[in-house]
């Protein structure tokens, strides 16, 4: 279910958080159109935190630390980065108003950013919002072979660790199957979803800024 809108007054990061405990989520059709719209799927994509799956080779390089990992030191920049396009993805859905909404999130401390880094160049990251204890998937995006699969690793582990109950992909797809993404109704999304913006926050920042990828695959086997 969709519902457009084009009045960018009416659409503040405290209305986009309330969509959130609804459900409801805000896109545009291009970088370039200005208008958004509310999208409410009749199926849910969600990534189960006890069942998230990390094949062998991606493991390895988790744990080699072969790229550095930080949260919320350059949100800005992986939004940016999230929002180009890439090979295979020549345009996204994120405009300016997303980017602007969204870093007004980022300022309440509603919105994060997961840091890919190789030396000091950024190759990967994503975003996503908190609300409770959900997480919302946004975006990712990679210059490096592995970097965005790294971030999800790297957030999965900080969630499980900060005591989310829900990590909503909004769709899926057959990357996200391969860490177990799967399909649940917009009944059963609700359920779960009232269950966990009720009740104490979880503590996105309950790790440090940065982690090493032997910590973050121990804090998900515990999980498993």
């Not at 991606?58 to 990992?69: C, I, N």
């Amino acid at each position: 279910m969709t519902s457009r809108d084009s009045a960018s007054s009416e659409i503040t990061p405290e209305v986009l958080l309330r969509a959130y405990a609804c459900g409801i989520f805000p896109m545009a059709e291009s970088a370039d159109d200005p208008t958004l719209f509310w999208v409410e799927p009749e199926m849910r994509g969600v990534i189960p935190l006890d069942r998230f799956r990390i094949a062998s080779r991606l493991a390895r390089t988790v744990r080699s630390d072969a790229f550095a990992v930080t949260v919320n030191t350059a949100f800005k920049a992986v939004i940016s980065g999230c929002a180009a396009p890439q090979a295979g993805r020549e345009d996204t859905w994120i405009n300016k108003r997303i980017r602007d909404l969204y870093c007004g999130l980022h300022e309440l401390g509603h919105c994060h950013s997961v840091e890919v880094w190789s030396t000091d160049d950024l190759v990967g990251g994503l975003y996503g919002v908190s609300l409770g204890r959900a997480f919302f998937g946004e975006s990712m995006f990679h210059h490096a072979r592995d970097a965005s699969k790294v971030a999800l690793v790297h957030l999965v582990a900080r969630l499980i660790a900060g005591g989310f109950e829900l990590l909503d992909t909004q769709y899926v797809t057959e990357h996200l199957k391969s860490f177990g993404a799967v399909e649940i109704s917009r009944r059963r999304y609700t359920a779960l979803l009232d269950k966990a913006t009720k009740g104490e926050p979880g503590d996105f920042g309950k790790r440090a800024v940065s982690i090493s990828g032997a910590e973050a695959l121990r804090i998900i086997a515990e999980r498993a």
